[in-house]
């Protein structure tokens, strides 16, 4: 009966059905660009480099015994790569020389990483490979560009870096990667800089086997200031002495953490707003579409209608258009995403189940009592106060 | 003999906006036996709408007393009420009131539906009693389709599914030309000759005086009319005493019988 009736007003029963599926459908849709956009956002801030700790020796910054300081060696880098929070050590060494290819000279920041530098530092290739553990274990000659080297070195961009072989002060390495440019202002800087294995510069260059410092990237399921206690302890034991100190670069884990939440919170916001608009529009609807109707309430009573008989056909009519209304919303939310996908804007929408059952519920909810309510009223009158309203 | 089918005692109804009031009907008198066929005539505003209305359990009166074979309406709560409008009454409205998303078929079996009949026996019944109405070919015609006289049989049919025992028709030919509307005063003959109830409001001072003449009101043999008075607030007055046996006495105002 409810069917019957809703097919022979479609046009009133589109129209209220079109309240529900636009609301569920921009709750839907809203949530999915936020959790997009969200995801997007936190993907170019992980980019930066995330949760790593730097071991230095020495007590801190500036300490002038700290070049005397000859404990921090490679067997610590070992020792720590062991350790369940840990996701990637990389032992490093530095040293600055000259860059010669060709007739063209530039200085440059010489440093000696293990193979998982790249992967510590979140660092991205442009062409070319990465150093790999065979070429620290053979001490090899084999150099990786930044986009900096490369651009002193090769300036007409036309010949392409990888296999060419440059000298670094006098010892020549053949380029097998360049890196893309890094895109944070962490600890970037102009100078050009060429990545050697670590156990060539300290075998050419500084002919000592001790490291400048140690690169510790953390677990994403571990904290980082847990990570600093357990390397702190680990560290201490291994020395017999504090003569190191960390640097943890927890700041950018707290920015992407407090970029996480305000954009959580953003997402929450609009979802609620959207929820509030689409149930008023649902509201409406109902209201209007059933005050329409109580003359047919009335007509319905006077040859004798129960009050249960009106109230369970409004009942059952609103829940049905609720139901169908939030399906086609759902398809119509799915389908905004299909053509959105289509259209390469640098973010995806991503559904949440969460949004979708909350869309629905509550739109349902306020559809049945906004439904149901003025029902309720007009089935409580007089059948000929009923029957006069038009 | 017991008490009469319908007795009306007193009954006023009395409409209020802002301050002011209006009376609409004021302490009426009627009694109505099992069978009879009766027309309540008055003038437009007399209040005869209101009186049908309250007969047919629409409306509530403001005070007095109203009984059905013994019962006092106001004692029933909705759904006894409701339970009277579907088993013993069936309205007739001037405007047919027809549910215009239904088809004929689909009105007349709506009260049925309240009923709780299956949906084969009110099928049968509905296309019966549209039948009987000379209506048979317009089953499924929406009442936009049909003409006045043809959604009159139809709302007809629709106030007999439930074989309801007293006919109340408000004006039924209000709206329609003469030919229709001596067509459905033929009809509700038949009905009222089957021995229901039958109930006419209407504003045709001449009716069924009119009819006289003519077989079907002349041989409606316990056929009376029901005056209304007119009112004018807080004053009644009469507008057409009939002197001949008054059977319901208001102040002095009246009823006639016409045999």
């Given at each position: 009966?409810?069917?019957?009736?809703?097919?022979?007003?479609?046009?009133?029963?589109?129209?209220?059905?079109?309240?529900?599926?636009?609301?569920?459908?921009?709750?839907?849709?809203?949530?999915?660009?936020?959790?997009?956009?969200?995801?997007?956002?936190?993907?170019?801030?992980?980019?930066?480099?995330?949760?790593?700790?730097?071991?230095?020796?020495?007590?801190?910054?500036?300490?002038?015994?700290?070049?005397?300081?000859?404990?921090?060696?490679?067997?610590?880098?070992?020792?720590?790569?062991?350790?369940?929070?840990?996701?990637?050590?990389?032992?490093?060494?530095?040293?600055?020389?000259?860059?010669?290819?060709?007739?063209?000279?530039?200085?440059?920041?010489?440093?000696?990483?293990?193979?998982?530098?790249?992967?510590?530092?979140?660092?991205?290739?442009?062409?070319?490979?990465?150093?790999?553990?065979?070429?620290?274990?053979?001490?090899?000659?084999?150099?990786?560009?930044?986009?900096?080297?490369?651009?002193?070195?090769?300036?007409?961009?036309?010949?392409?870096?990888?296999?060419?072989?440059?000298?670094?002060?006098?010892?020549?390495?053949?380029?097998?990667?360049?890196?893309?440019?890094?895109?944070?202002?962490?600890?970037?800087?102009?100078?050009?800089?060429?990545?050697?294995?670590?156990?060539?510069?300290?075998?050419?260059?500084?002919?000592?086997?001790?490291?400048?410092?140690?690169?510790?990237?953390?677990?994403?399921?571990?904290?980082?200031?847990?990570?600093?206690?357990?390397?702190?302890?680990?560290?201490?034991?291994?020395?017999?002495?504090?003569?190191?100190?960390?640097?943890?670069?927890?700041?950018?884990?707290?920015?992407?953490?407090?970029?996480?939440?305000?954009?959580?919170?953003?997402?929450?916001?609009?979802?609620?707003?959207?929820?509030?608009?689409?149930?008023?529009?649902?509201?409406?609807?109902?209201?209007?579409?059933?005050?329409?109707?109580?003359?047919?309430?009335?007509?319905?009573?006077?040859?004798?209608?129960?009050?249960t008989d009106i109230l369970q056909q409004f009942l059952i009519e609103a829940v049905l258009v609720c139901l169908i209304g939030g399906t086609l919303g759902i398809g119509l939310a799915v389908g905004f995403g299909a053509v959105f996908n289509v259209f390469d804007v640098g973010f995806r929408l991503?559904?949440?189940?969460?949004?979708?059952?909350?869309?629905?519920?509550?739109?349902?909810?306020?559809?049945?009592?906004?439904?149901?309510?003025?029902?309720?009223?007009?089935?409580?009158?007089?059948?000929?106060?009923?029957?006069?309203?038009? | 003999?017991?008490?009469?089918?319908?007795?009306?005692?007193?009954?006023?109804?009395?409409?209020?906006?802002?301050?002011?009031?209006?009376?609409?009907?004021?302490?009426?008198?009627?009694?109505?036996?099992?069978?009879?066929?009766?027309?309540?005539?008055?003038?437009?505003?007399?209040?005869?709408?209101?009186?049908?209305?309250?007969?047919?359990?629409?409306?509530?009166?403001?005070?007095?007393?109203?009984?059905?074979?013994?019962?006092?309406?106001?004692?029933?709560?909705?759904?006894?009420?409701?339970?009277?409008?579907?088993?013993?009454?069936?309205?007739?409205?001037?405007?047919?009131?027809?549910?215009?998303?239904?088809?004929?078929?689909?009105?007349?079996?709506?009260?049925?539906?309240?009923?709780?009949?299956?949906?084969?026996?009110?099928?049968?019944?509905?296309?019966?009693?549209?039948?009987?109405?000379?209506?048979?070919?317009?089953?499924?015609?929406?009442?936009?389709?049909?003409?006045?006289?043809?959604?009159?049989?139809?709302?007809?049919?629709?106030?007999?599914?439930?074989?309801?025992?007293?006919?109340?028709?408000?004006?039924?030919?209000?709206?329609?030309?003469?030919?229709?509307?001596?067509?459905?005063?033929?009809?509700?003959?038949?009905?009222?000759?089957?021995?229901?109830?039958?109930?006419?409001?209407?504003?045709?001072?001449?009716?069924?005086?009119?009819?006289?003449?003519?077989?079907?009101?002349?041989?409606?043999?316990?056929?009376?009319?029901?005056?209304?008075?007119?009112?004018?607030?807080?004053?009644?007055?009469?507008?057409?005493?009939?002197?001949?046996?008054?059977?319901?006495?208001?102040?002095?105002?009246?009823?006639?019988?016409?045999?």
């Amino acid at each position: 009966m409810a069917l019957s009736s809703m097919n022979a007003h479609r046009l009133r029963a589109f129209l209220t059905m079109l309240g529900i599926i636009i609301g569920v459908a921009s709750v839907v849709c809203v949530v999915a660009l936020g959790s997009g956009s969200q995801e997007r956002v936190l993907a170019n801030i992980n980019s930066l480099g995330t949760n790593t700790l730097e071991i230095f020796p020495g007590k801190d910054f500036g300490d002038t015994r700290s070049a005397k300081i000859k404990t921090l060696v490679v067997a610590d880098a070992r020792a720590l790569a062991q350790q369940p929070y840990v996701a990637a050590v990389a032992p490093t060494v530095s040293t600055s020389s000259t860059l010669r290819f060709g007739a063209i000279e530039a200085s440059a920041q010489i440093s000696g990483v293990g193979e998982q530098y790249f992967q510590v530092k979140g660092t991205q290739l442009a062409e070319g490979g990465f150093l790999d553990a065979d070429s620290v274990r053979s001490y090899a000659q084999d150099a990786v560009i930044d986009d900096n080297a490369r651009k002193a070195l090769f300036p007409d961009g036309t010949t392409s870096p990888v296999g060419q072989v440059i000298l670094v002060g006098r010892v020549p390495c053949r380029v097998v990667g360049v890196t893309r440019q890094q895109q944070s202002g962490f600890g970037s800087s102009a100078n050009p800089t060429v990545y050697l294995p670590y156990t060539t510069v300290q075998a050419r260059f500084l002919g000592d086997r001790s490291l400048r410092s140690v690169s510790v990237r953390v677990n994403d399921t571990t904290s980082t200031d847990a990570a600093e206690q357990a390397v702190t302890r680990l560290l201490t034991e291994r020395h017999n002495a504090k003569d190191f100190f960390i640097l943890n670069t927890d700041d950018i884990r707290r920015t992407i953490q407090s970029t996480t939440q305000i954009l959580t919170l953003l997402v929450a916001a609009i979802a609620v707003i959207s929820l509030i608009v689409g149930g008023i529009g649902v509201m409406n609807i109902m209201l209007v579409s059933v005050s329409e109707r109580i003359s047919e309430i009335g007509v319905r009573m006077a040859v004798g209608a129960r009050q249960t008989d009106i109230l369970q056909q409004f009942l059952i009519e609103a829940v049905l258009v609720c139901l169908i209304g939030g399906t086609l919303g759902i398809g119509l939310a799915v389908g905004f995403g299909a053509v959105f996908n289509v259209f390469d804007v640098g973010f995806r929408l991503i559904y949440s189940t969460t949004s979708v059952v909350v869309a629905i519920v509550s739109s349902t909810i306020i559809g049945v009592a906004f439904g149901y309510m003025p029902a309720r009223n007009a089935s409580k009158l007089d059948p000929v106060v009923a029957l006069s309203r038009e | 003999m017991g008490e009469p089918l319908i007795v009306l005692d007193k009954v006023s109804r009395v409409y209020t906006s802002g301050e002011s009031t209006v009376v609409a009907l004021d302490r009426i008198d009627i009694r109505i036996d099992a069978g009879e066929m009766v027309a309540i005539v008055g003038a437009s505003g007399s209040g005869k709408s209101t009186l049908m209305n309250i007969l047919g359990c629409l409306d509530r009166s403001t005070s007095g007393h109203y009984r059905i074979a013994g019962r006092d309406v106001a004692s029933l709560d909705g759904d006894e009420l409701a339970a009277l409008r579907r088993e013993h009454f069936g309205f007739i409205f001037q405007r047919y009131h027809l549910l215009g998303e239904l088809t004929a078929i689909g009105n007349v079996e709506m009260p049925a539906v309240y009923a709780g009949l299956s949906s084969a026996d009110r099928h049968d019944r509905a296309a019966g009693l549209l039948h009987r109405l000379g209506m048979d070919k317009r089953l499924a015609h929406t009442p936009g389709q049909l003409s006045g006289g043809q959604q009159q049989r139809v709302s007809i049919a629709r106030a007999l599914i439930n074989g309801a025992d007293v006919i109340l028709a408000d004006e039924p030919t209000g709206a329609l030309d003469s030919r229709s509307g001596e067509e459905v005063l033929r009809i509700l003959d038949e009905i009222h000759a089957e021995g229901r109830t039958v109930i006419i409001v209407t504003h045709d001072m001449a009716w069924p005086g009119a009819h006289g003449g003519s077989s079907s009101c002349a041989t409606a043999r316990s056929s009376r009319i029901v005056l209304m008075p007119t009112m004018t607030p807080p004053l009644l007055r009469c507008v057409r005493p009939v002197s001949k046996a008054p059977e319901l006495v208001r102040r002095g105002c009246h009823v006639g019988t016409q045999d």
